[in-house]
């Protein structure tokens, strides 16, 4: 399929883009320590530049040193001393025809102090954000004003760098949206009050950038079109706030929404649809004259285009899309859909930002390693290779030795690939795991991989073969504990219930709380059973992002349902479970006709140790090393075949 509509070019003021395809700004922390662009930073950039995006715009990008911190390893344009770097970014990007802005960012009251060595969080009025919970600092009035001028000051430094504009970031709750909002801008000051003084500190910057930097340098500005949360501006007050914003003279507004007290409307997990979000775009694209760029939750090309056809926004901004598939813009551009590995929404990316490391995705594992992973050995030779188990490990293996140009044999002992992504794709809203199943099978056929389906590997199977070396990812079994009454027929896994339907009673209890449990409770909830939900530590959700664990709860809750933490199983008879409560360490009983189990995996050790026995060159991969989630499974995959 083509898609005439992303491939048109495009205009923003007087700057030309090859087409309507933006890569919308996304905190990766790649930069050095000093604010510098480094060249891993540079290195993600210019691979996604070179695969055909039209209009880059960085992550959130420091103009405040000293209050301004958003995140470890921020890009900075501070001081002159950011230009060389930030120019060799420019340039990077520019040699494969795409165009560079970068975001310029103040967090405001979303942040915290031990990013700014102790410093408090500033803000327009003392209000803590409800997630950061931390007390700002109230700006005086010139402690505003210093504020715009470093924002005028950031805009010079980028334009003395070469980037072909900047982006104002005046959206998802931080400082400039604060400001603009009456729920988190209480002042008495010319900076407060009256929609026009909440909007002043926007047109002094824009004002001032425009004479510093000339009406010719593009100024986008992005804007949460509803910040979703009591008090805040909803879509009828930032169609005012775009309006006045384009009569300040911006080139564009860039639509998004929410705030950190609403963050599951900015970064969303698997459940929000694509597109979920459109009216936002398409009613501020009714109300101005000026391009309107809009995230959309988009991962697939069809859905961009789409959204173009429909007047919903004059640039489509695609953030975790390229992240999951530097090449997305490439292979969309071909009509090559089942190619393109399409973002899982499993919010994994934001997670390890939250945890204070640099970004990562769960599906390509290349992310914030193009640099390590630029240079290929293809020493392949036609020797055969062979992989045991088509899980997401095994798969990726074979994907990554079938390019570096051995002969890849895969045994999958079931008649499909995927190993536990078949399961993981049956709850509700995990349909994007199948994309994924199916773009890595796809891989392999193009690869000319040898899959060998409903074939366990054995030695005796797998020595004529005479492989360079075997790769092992039989995967992980289930954890069964050691408990009176657990082989009753009324208790299975709860990989048996996703992946064949293994039936169920009336009242069930779901034993462990981590995602495969929540999941699995959610859809028997859903199904009208009465569940529930136990945990033995305090909390529910071990390990799960909180994004996506509140939104699966929600929906969990909705139903028919209980929740018991610091409850422990013991034992299963004819009345139901026996639980003992590690609070009051008093047992009770859980009349059930059905128990879960949801308590984890261990490695398949038995499968392993034969081959280990008796080839030279046995490799250990994803589950069958150590339980772990998509991410680790194909980082494993991918770092173990590229090296070997």
Known sequence: MKYQKLFTPGKIGSLELKNRIVMSAMGVSFAKSTGETSDDMIAYYEERAKNGCGLIITEITRIDDVNGVGTNCQLSLTDAKHIPQMERLVMAVHKHGAKLFPQLHHPGRQT?????QGRPPVAPSPIPCGKCKEMPHELTTKECEDIRNAFVKGAVLAQMAGCDGVELH??????????????TNKRTDKYGGCFSNRMRIMAEIITAIKHMCGREFPISVRISADEF??????LEDSVKIARTLESYGVDAINVSSGTYESGITIIEPNSYPQ???????????????????AVNCIKEPGMAEQLLEEGVCDFTALGRAHLADAAWVKKAKAGDDIAIRKCLGCMYCFGELESGRKCKCAINATLSREREFANWNYNGD?????????????????????????NVVLFEKTSVLGGQLNAASKPPHKEKIGWLVETMAEELRRLNVDIRLNTEATVEIVKPLGPAVVFVAAGAAPIIPQIPGVDRANVITAEEYLQ??????????????GLT??????DLAGKGHKVTLVEMLKKVGPGVNETVLYDVMSRFNKGDTAILTSHRLMDITDQGVVLLDMKATATTVLPVDTV????GVRPRCNVAQPFIDTFDDVILIGDNVKGGRIAEAISDGFSRAFSF
Not at 112 to 116: I, K, S, V, Y
Not at 229 to 234: E, L, P, Q, V
Not at 504 to 513: E, F, L, N, Y
């Open 112 to 116: 915290h102090a031990r990013l700014m």
């Open 170 to 183: 005046a959206a998802h709750g931080y400082l400039l949206n604060q400001f603009l909002s009456p729920h």
């Open 229 to 234: 949360i009591d008090g805040g501006n909803a």
């Open 275 to 293: 597109g979920w979000k459109k009216h936002l775009a398409a009613t501020i694209r009714k109300n101005v004259k000026i391009p309107v760029i």
């Open 382 to 406: 036609e020797r055969t290779a062979v992989v045991v188990g088509g899980g997401p490990a095994g798969m990726e293996a074979a994907r990554v030795l079938a390019q570096r140009k051995f």
């Open 500 to 513: 064949n339907g293994a039936d169920v009673g009336k009242s069930v209890a779901v034993i462990g709380s």
């Open 517 to 522: 449990g929540c999941e699995t409770a959610e």
């Open 596 to 599: 879960v189990l949801a308590m």
